[in-house]
């Protein structure tokens, strides 16, 4: 459709004439306007009045003229259109521009007004309110519905109108003047009455509500609807308070508590037409949060009645709080569940992964858990506690419960971690015996942080094939080529006291990991209840392992095999690979099986294989997979740790983690103390919703990584290039003054 053949049309309404001082003319002030466009050839009295018709459901009924204005005339001249003569004529006049202002007049107000008086009739007024504010979309021309009338319907004020007090008497008339763009203020306000008035001087606007007989509600008494002002800006209107707005989402919170800010601005919006900050919008959600679950101050005094309802529905679990001596502020909560203990020590391999993440409510604080993995290599919880920070101190309080919670001496068990403040200590203090493996991924992040190296991409392949060597062999190999390219690098590694290397892991614990992925995946399970009160966390964390638990447990009876399914896959995997290997048999036990670039001997009777992959696992390696497979044994389970069957899986989640009710049916200790929020240093600021991304997950590039275009050298720019050149470098090109380029190429 050619652009010519449009036209926009602009509707004007809930304004009102006014004569201009000192002239004998009028003009139209105040309310509001809708754009619509048209093929221009529609256009006549019956499309325009349908239009009005939709935009304006109030004013069926009421008889109404459109004017439109004769465009090019200054002062604007105001023609009534009666009739498709005086569209024509309308058409013509604005033929230039294709640009057409309506103006909507209901006639029974226009007597009244005489075109000269500043009244305007109340129904006009909340016309143009409910228009303007819900910005409804409008398809075809048609207006879909008006959300802001749902609200002033159930906002309305009458005589004899009733609601249950003063405060919600005082909601309704400020959700009327948003809705209907008027400032309003309480004029007198006590136990018996309430009246409010128009802000704007000589506006006659005014409502009075006083109490009923029963000595509760409030009744309108009188009412003056008439308003003369023009209204007010949308963004700056005050009227629309944080209280306010608190109330008007309460149902939005309701449903959702973690509603962003940005949704309920667009709610807003929608439905009054109000454009607001965005500080006070997460302020209001904030406060609504705190009138329908209570505030985050009031969320620890239920730190006692949570402790007492988790020990009495789990029997046998180790659940302790903390708090300071001097005024019983909050300072740690450790939860550990008896049939998680139990499932770990039945079913899981003892590599337990601790890490700490931070908390993000008002308070903030830390999250400190330790995580293991089950027979099919799902995320096993063992305990989580929250503390004040990440220090030597709050590591040792962890590890010493969690000693406790274990009960018994743990012959063989590891830790994996990052290079945490204190844990290293901690751990050795409390478990003397474990073994401590620090994850590959961070101390990566620290050796590429302090040390540089002249290739990096050399370096960083060393020392990870270093860490992922299965046997001392090919360990001490790659360590004597990381010694010639970076003796630095190489004795900050040989000086660890934590084990990094799967050469030098424990082959008891039958778990070859070397990262801490599961803390990982704790910390971002538990993602959206890090933001809550330490008793609505610990709560959410407590739900959350409950019916995983259960899930788990029930996909489990389901099995048929006696391996879990993580293994049936590796196994299908491995015997693909295994006709690319020569194998020589020595006994029918025994054989040595050669690849492409090494060769390996195998004992499937010990459960053995030169490349270390098989004993320190657990499951056979591709080595192996192959002498089983020549020899036709398809009984893999006899192959493979007892700690991959799936009856050992059953047991680790065996038990289940009792359920609890609301708050309101928790049982108070007798001899509860009143626990306080935390004393803590909250940094200025909106605590932030995202983690701050270290140096190696930043997508800029470093200053080193620039190549400069005038020297060719790296880390810096050409602009700020100092370094010497020479006719001799390659890239330097002689120049002649007093000849252009075109001279110097002919030289």
Known sequence: MDCNDLCSVIFKYGGYWNTVKGQSRIKYVGGSQKTLKFKRGDIDINLLKERTEALCTWIRGHAYELHYHVNGTSPKIYMPILNDNDVMEMLTSSCDSNRIEVVIVVKDHEEYMGFIDNTQSSDMQNFSVNIRSNNDIIVDGLCEGSFAAQVEENNSLCVGSRFEDASSFKQ???TNAILQNYAIKIKASDKSRVIAICTHRGCPWRIRASVCSDGISFEVRKINSTHLCPGVNRAGNKQASTSWIAHEIKDLVKRNPDIAPKDISNNLETSFGLCLPYMKIWRSRELARDQMFGSIDENYNWVPALRLELMNRNPGSHIIFECDNRNNSFKRFFVSFKVCIDGFLAGCRFLIGIDACHLKSKYLGVLLSANCLDGNNGLFTIAFAVAESESKKSWEWFMINLATAFNVDIEHVAFISD??????????????????????????????????????????????????????????????????????????????????????????????????????????????????????????????????????????????????????????DVTTRKEHFIIRRSTPTKAEVEGIKDRHEVDIESHMCTCGFWQLSGLPCVHAAAFVGMSHQNLWHTYIDEHYYSYRYRMAYE?????????????????????????????????????????????????????????????????????????????????????????????
């Open 419 to 572: 290079m945490e403040k204190g844990l290293g200590e901690a751990i050795k203090l409390v478990f003397p015996n474990a073994e401590h493996r620090v994850c590959m991924r961070h101390l990566w992040k620290n050796i590429k942080k302090h040390f540089r190296c002249d290739d990096g991409q050399i370096l960083q392949k060393l020392v990870w094939s270093a860490a992922n060597c299965y046997n001392i062999h090919e360990f001490d190999a790659k360590l004597e080529q990381l010694l010639l390219i970076s003796p630095q690098v190489h004795s900050y590694l040989t000086s660890l006291t934590c084990k990094w290397s799967k050469a030098t892991f424990s082959k008891a614990i039958k778990n070859h990991y070397n990262t801490n992925n599961m803390a990982e995946s704790f910390n971002s399970w538990i993602e959206e209840a890090r933001s809550k009160p330490v008793v609505d966390l610990i709560d959410i964390i407590r739900g959350m392992l409950m019916e995983q638990r259960s899930q788990r447990k029930l996909n489990s009876n389901s099995w048929k095999n006696p391996l879990v399914p993580c293994v049936e896959e590796y196994i299908r």
């Open 172 to 174: 309704a008339i400020r």
């Open 655 to 747: 038990g289940a983690i009792s359920t609890l009710p609301g708050k309101e049916q928790w049982s108070i200790p007798i001899d509860s103390i009143f626990v306080s929020p935390p004393i803590s240093i909250r940094p200025r600021g909106r605590p932030k919703k995202r983690r701050i991304k270290n140096f190696l997950e930043g997508t800029k590039k470093s200053k080193t990584n620039h190549k400069c275009g005038r020297c060719n050298s790296w880390g810096h720019h050409r602009s700020t290039c100092k370094e010497p050149l020479s006719l001799d470098d390659e890239n330097v090109r002689p120049v002649f003054f007093g000849h252009t380029n075109s001279q110097t190429d002919a030289t």
